[in-house]
């Protein structure tokens, strides 16, 4: 905390880390606080809307803040309306986020639900996990969870601690295909070939399961074997980012459930100080992490270099090794 912070907290009384992990954020004006709104999946409805403008107007300065992490966020809130933001709030049945060493409000794209490159329902997923999760604390340090739906990974699962991204896997129907090469060409990862009958035939070392090949065909001969998360953990941003390690493909959203539950607590016996799961995962060995917490929960593991390659552009130096 800066020596300035630290002289107001004293002066005011108050425990900013605490007001922090209550979404009330301490700002560099005297007096004043940021107050950020539990906006899971970054979907609010109009009157959530109405109701953070409403508060910028009476207690703010009417301004509204959008976060990275997608929550609405009310600037220059002076702390004597602490008690009447929260009623406010609490009377359309609405609350602030959390900050410090908890699991934070989950980040979403929209999803299959009307984004038509949507394989999984992130919003759905993301409002059942900010209802189970949101705040339990981790005893070390901030834990984030985001929701792509495909991926192209809008909601940048790479750098969450654990991250969801919507797969499909494509499977040919022999008798209805033409063999008119458009999933071929439609496929970027060039996983799809014809053979010598003139049917495509795919590379599974290559296919990073985007559903591209199905959408294209013209007779429904390409279709969806099945539909599920990959998983990724391990990620961060900040000073010094990791990028996450893909560590399961095809779970449900029930899998997803006991793999975050089980996660924390891993994270909670493993972590030291303030490390962030991705260093604990780099400190004691990825392997373990998979052994302990991946493979109990009966997942499909994705456990070597070789079958997350495809998923990282050819040479990046971020690939996990
Ligand atoms: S990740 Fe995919 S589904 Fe989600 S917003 Fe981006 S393109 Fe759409
Ligand atoms: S799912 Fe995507 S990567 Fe896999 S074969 Fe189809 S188009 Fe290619
Ligand atoms: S696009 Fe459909 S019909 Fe054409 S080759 Fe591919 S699977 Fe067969």
């Given at each position: 905390m800066q020596h300035s912070l630290k002289r107001e907290a004293k002066r005011l009384d108050m425990d900013f880390d605490v007001l922090k992990s209550g979404g009330f954020i301490k700002q560099t004006q005297e007096d004043l606080f940021t107050?950020?709104?539990?906006?899971?999946?970054?979907?609010?409805?109009?009157?959530?809307?109405?109701?953070?403008?409403?508060?910028?107007?009476?207690?703010?300065?009417?301004?509204?803040?959008?976060?990275?992490?997608?929550?609405?966020?009310?600037?220059?809130?002076?702390?004597?309306?602490?008690?009447?933001?929260?009623?406010?709030?609490?009377?359309?049945?609405?609350?602030?986020?959390?900050?410090?060493?908890?699991?934070?409000?989950?980040?979403?794209?929209?999803?299959?639900?009307?984004?038509?490159?949507?394989?999984?329902?992130?919003?759905?997923?993301?409002?059942?996990?900010?209802?189970?999760?949101?705040?339990?604390?981790?005893?070390?340090?901030?834990?984030?969870?985001?929701?792509?739906?495909?991926?192209?990974?809008?909601?940048?699962?790479?750098?969450?601690?654990?991250?969801?991204?919507?797969?499909?896997?494509?499977?040919?129907?022999?008798?209805?295909?033409?063999?008119?090469?458009?999933?071929?060409?439609?496929?970027?990862?060039?996983?799809?070939?014809?053979?010598?009958?003139?049917?495509?035939?795919?590379?599974?070392s290559k296919c990073n399961y985007c559903g591209d090949c199905i959408k294209v065909c013209p007779v429904d001969a390409m279709i969806a074997k099945r539909k599920g998360w990959l998983i990724r953990a391990g990620g961060k941003h900040g000073k010094h980012p990791i990028y996450a390690y893909e560590v399961a493909q095809f779970a449900t959203n029930e899998q997803g459930y006991a793999l975050i539950e089980k996660t924390m607590e891993w994270y909670k016996a493993n972590s030291k100080g303030r490390e962030r799961i991705g260093a604990t995962m780099g400190r004691l060995n990825l392997d373990r992490y998979l052994t302990e917490v991946v493979k109990p929960l009966g997942l499909e593991v994705i456990e070597t270099p070789e079958q997350r390659q495809k998923f990282w552009a050819s040479g990046n130096m971020y690939q996990n090794k």
């Open positions: 107050v950020r709104l539990r906006c899971p999946g970054g979907r609010v409805t109009s009157q959530q809307l109405r109701m953070a403008a409403e508060i910028a107007d009476k207690y703010g300065q009417g301004e509204i803040h959008n976060s990275f992490r997608q929550s609405i966020e009310v600037p220059y809130v002076h702390h004597k309306y602490f008690d009447a933001v929260d009623a406010d709030l609490k009377s359309i049945n609405w609350s602030v986020a959390s900050c410090g060493p908890r699991i934070r409000v989950p980040t979403a794209c929209a999803g299959c639900t009307y984004n038509p490159n949507g394989l999984m329902d992130t919003q759905n997923m993301c409002f059942e996990v900010d209802k189970k999760y949101f705040g339990t604390a981790t005893t070390h340090h901030k834990f984030k969870i985001s929701f792509s739906g495909c991926p192209i990974d809008c909601a940048r699962t790479r750098e969450m601690d654990l991250g969801f991204q919507g797969i499909v896997e494509p499977e040919l129907d022999d008798d209805k295909c033409t063999s008119c090469g458009l999933c071929v060409a439609a496929c970027e990862e060039q996983s799809l070939t014809m053979v010598k009958d003139g049917k495509p035939v795919r590379d599974l």
